[in-house]
């Protein structure tokens, strides 16, 4: 209900500040498990993208998302995942991932797992395909553009003047990997060559991880 109640009242306005233009959105399934795997350039990645999302998306999200009292009790009140990344063992995130893929809800992941330093893409993590090839989830591939510009991890307030773009790519079918989930040089050619490689196509970026 209250993630509802915002995305009301507040999405309109984002969309109208922030957003200029989204292309791709008919790519989105309007039911079922999904990952939506985005870059990373700032906060107002996942903004943007929940304001124009049809569809109600559940993200991983750091801990420090669960430590700042102005975060706290939104992360909370909208269901996001908490991922404590200085953890070894995120098996509890992962977990939780995969049932709310298992109930047939979107999960949004940003494989590169925190904001980039200077606007580019990074290095992602393998964390993605596992929870894809474990919940046997397709995989949306999303390129957000100018968010760096909006508001870099180097700022504390947004720009007013500065608008993004969001492209959404077609649905990633990783059948043929299902029974290799445990197996890591898959894991890294999913995500590297696979995932992040789509993900760079449409933001015009490089890659070369």
């Not at 999960?107 to 925190?114: D, H, K, Q, Y």
């Not at 330093?117 to 390129?143: E, H, M, N, R, S």
């Not at 608008?163 to 890591?184: A, F, H």
Request: hydrophobic share 40%; net charge positive.
């Amino acid at each position: 209900m209250f993630y509802w109640i915002l995305k009301i009242l507040i999405a309109p306005i984002i969309r109208l500040i922030w957003v200029e233009k989204v292309e791709g959105l008919e790519n989105i399934p309007p039911k079922g498990g999904l990952i939506i795997a985005s870059n990373h350039e700032s906060y107002f990645d996942f903004i943007c993208f929940t304001a124009v999302c049809p569809r109600r998306v559940y993200y991983l999200a750091g801990e420090v998302f669960f430590k700042k009292w102005w975060w706290r009790p939104l992360v909370k009140l909208t269901g996001q995942i908490r991922v404590d990344r200085d953890l070894a063992d995120k098996s509890k995130s992962i977990n939780q991932a995969v049932e709310i893929l298992s109930k047939g809800n979107a999960l949004g992941i940003f494989p590169e797992g925190t904001r980039s330093a200077d606007g580019k893409l990074q290095k992602a993590y393998t964390g993605i395909a596992k929870i894809a090839l474990t919940a046997k989830a397709p995989v949306i591939p999303v390129g957000t553009i100018g968010t760096y510009e909006i508001m870099s991890r180097h700022e504390n307030k947004p720009h007013f003047n500065k608008k993004c773009k969001i492209k959404i790519g077609k649905v990633i079918d990783l059948k043929e990997y299902y029974s290799q989930k445990e197996n890591p040089e898959i894991l890294k050619q999913i995500t590297n060559k696979i995932i992040m490689k789509k993900i760079a196509e449409l933001t015009g970026e490089q890659y070369n991880f």
